[in-house]
């Protein structure tokens, strides 16, 4: 498979799980301001998870670019990332429709360290596939961007057990660290 057909699938898996997304979100029945207020949890939800899935295929579309060629264990990790960001939006609707409760954001959390890992694997399935000493790894480097969120969504976990709040604000920093695509992977020489 060609890393192009990897891409179109990619695109593809991640387009109809933001549709997913916001399928989830429900029309008010009443035409008030409201109604429509009470859905503020659940919006702010779709929020958080529409920029994080956007962060994924922009940052997985950058990075493919900056690669020759895949293997079948790339295409195995690259489905493993899939699958967790699949879930997003079965956690990322059960911490709307309940307001932000511990074991929801908990739960998110889990699919948002899960992906990070997954993420991680995919990141070194490539240096594998491409070489210690290649370009990939040389524009990769030490990667600590890409160690953070591990450390950071591990927190957020724990921390939800305390307060969701204090979580979902670890959640967020992390996708406001990487809503700047990751520079390592632009074209151009380095």
Do not use: Q
Request: hydrophobic fraction near 55%; include cysteine; charge should be neutral.
């Amino acid at each position: 498979m060609s890393k192009g057909r990897l891409e179109a699938f990619s695109d593809g898996v991640i387009a109809i799980i933001i549709t997913i997304m916001v399928l989830e979100m429900k029309v008010p029945h009443d035409a008030s301001l409201h109604a429509l207020s009470a859905l503020w949890p659940v919006f702010l939800s779709y929020i958080l998870s529409f920029i994080i899935v956007g962060i994924y295929w922009n940052n997985h579309h950058h990075m493919l670019h900056s690669v020759k060629h895949i293997t079948g264990g790339v295409l195995w990790c690259n489905l493993h990332l899939l699958f967790w960001l699949s879930l997003m939006p079965f956690a990322t609707g059960w911490m709307g429709e309940n307001h932000f409760a511990t074991l929801p954001v908990a739960l998110y959390g889990v699919v948002l360290l899960m992906a990070a890992v997954a993420y991680s694997l995919l990141v070194r399935a490539l240096v594998k596939c491409h070489g210690v000493d290649s370009e990939f790894a040389a524009r990769l480097g030490s990667d600590w961007k890409g160690k953070i969120p591990l450390i950071v969504y591990s927190a957020g976990i724990g921390l939800a057990f305390v307060s969701p709040w204090i979580a979902l604000a670890l959640y967020a920093a992390i996708a406001a660290m990487w809503f700047i695509p990751d520079t390592r992977f632009e074209p151009g020489p380095r």
